[in-house]
C-alpha cells in the first residue's frame, strides 16, 4: 500500500451484505470478499463453510484515508451487524460467520478498540459487544461468483437479505429515533406531512423538481446523504427525479398498496422518512426512476460540503 493508501478488513457474516455499504462510499478503491482469520491456505467456500479452516467470511477494502477514514469506516462496520453475537449472524451461524475487525497496524488497532469501547458505552445494545478485534492475517480472495453478489444477482441477494433479518435487526437499532415534537418545531408542515405521514406534495411545486445547481440532497430529517445532481434529470413528473442514490445502502424499498396501486416506496435508512417511490421506466443503467418529495430533502451546494461535513463527497464532483 502506497503512504495515500490503506487497507481495513472486517467480517461481518455472510460477506454477500458487506459489500455495497462500503464500496459506494466515496474514498473506496475496492472492496473485495474473501476468507481470513484461519489456517488453511487458499480455501474455497465449501471448506469455510464446512467450519474446519478457522476462518470468517470478509471484506477486504483498499480506501484513500484522506477521503474517507478509517473510523469512518468502523461506524459503517457496525452499522451492517450484530456485534453482540458471538455464534453467526443472523441466520447464518457457525464460526464462519463471526464478527471480527482485523488491523493491519497499531494504529488500526487502537482506533477499533476506541470506536469499540464507544459503542459498548452508548447503551445502543443491551448486551456486551463480542466482535473481536485481532490483527489481520493473509487474505483470500472468494470465487468470482461471490464478487459483486449483490449486482450480479441482485434478486436472489435481496430475498437472502431480507429472509436473514439483518435488515429489521439494523433497523430496530439504528434508526433515528424522532421526538413528534421535536420534529414539529424544526420542519414545515409539508415536510413533515410528507417524511412523517408519507404525503405527497403536489407535483411542479416543490423546491427542487427544476433544480439544476451541483450538490448533494440529504434527508431533511436525518442529513443523511441520498441523491446527487450528477444522478438528477427531467423526468417531466414534476417531482425531482433520479437514476440511483448515492449508495444502494441509503434507502430502504418497502411495498406500498395504498390509493389502489401496487407500488415501490422510498425510505431513508436511518431516519426512516418517507421520500417518495422508484419505478422502471428510468433513463439510468438499471432503468430506475427515482421519484422523490421535494420536502423531503435539504440540498447542499457542493462549495458547502465541507463546511456541512460532507467532505467526501467533494470528489464525486469531479
Not at 469499540?116 to 483470500?140: C, H, N
Amino acid at each position: 500500500m502506497t503512504a495515500a493508501v490503506e487497507q481495513a478488513m472486517f467480517a461481518g457474516g455472510c460477506f454477500w451484505c458487506m459489500v455495497s455499504p462500503f464500496e459506494e462510499t466515496p474514498g473506496i478503491l475496492s472492496v473485495v470478499s474473501g476468507y481470513s482469520g484461519g489456517s488453511t491456505e487458499n480455501p474455497t467456500y465449501e471448506e469455510v463453510c464446512s467450519e474446519t479452516t478457522g476462518h470468517a467470511e470478509v471484506v477486504h477494502i483498499t480506501f484513500d484515508p484522506s477521503i474517507y477514514s478509517y473510523e469512518k469506516l468502523l461506524d459503517v462496520f457496525w452499522r451492517q451487524i450484530d456485534p453482540t453475537d458471538a455464534g453467526g449472524q443472523f441466520h447464518d451461524r457457525g464460526e464462519s460467520y463471526r464478527t471480527a475487525i482485523f488491523y493491519y497496524n497499531e494504529e488500526q488497532r487502537q482506533k477499533a478498540e476506541a470506536s469499540k469501547a464507544a459503542l459498548q458505552a452508548s447503551g445502543r445494545f443491551d448486551k456486551p459487544i463480542v466482535t473481536v478485534i485481532e490483527p489481520a492475517k493473509e487474505f483470500y480472495p472468494a470465487e468470482d461468483y461471490h464478487q459483486g453478489y449483490h449486482r450480479t444477482n441482485p434478486f436472489r441477494y435481496k430475498m437472502y437479505r431480507k429472509g436473514s433479518g439483518r435488515d429489521a435487526f439494523i433497523n430496530k437499532h439504528w434508526t433515528v429515533r424522532k421526538e413528534e415534537g421535536e420534529l414539529r418545531s424544526r420542519l414545515s408542515p409539508i415536510q413533515y406531512e410528507v417524511t412523517q405521514n408519507n404525503a405527497t406534495e403536489r407535483p411542479f411545486t416543490g423546491e427542487y423538481w427544476d433544480h439544476k445547481e451541483e450538490g448533494l440532497y440529504v434527508d431533511i430529517v436525518s442529513g443523511e446523504p441520498l441523491f446527487t445532481s450528477r444522478e438528477k434529470y427531467d423526468s417531466g413528473c414534476g417531482w425531482p427525479s433520479f437514476t440511483k442514490p448515492v449508495k444502494e445502502a441509503a434507502i430502504t424499498e418497502v411495498l406500498d398498496t395504498s390509493h389502489f396501486m401496487v407500488r415501490t416506496e422510498v425510505r431513508s435508512k436511518e431516519g426512516d422518512s418517507h421520500l417518495g417511490h422508484v419505478f422502471d421506466d428510468g433513463p439510468g443503467p438499471n432503468g430506475l426512476r427515482y421519484c422523490i418529495n421535494s420536502a423531503s430533502l435539504r440540498f447542499i451546494p457542493v462549495a458547502d460540503l465541507e463546511k456541512e461535513g460532507y467532505g467526501e463527497y467533494v470528489g464525486h464532483f469531479n
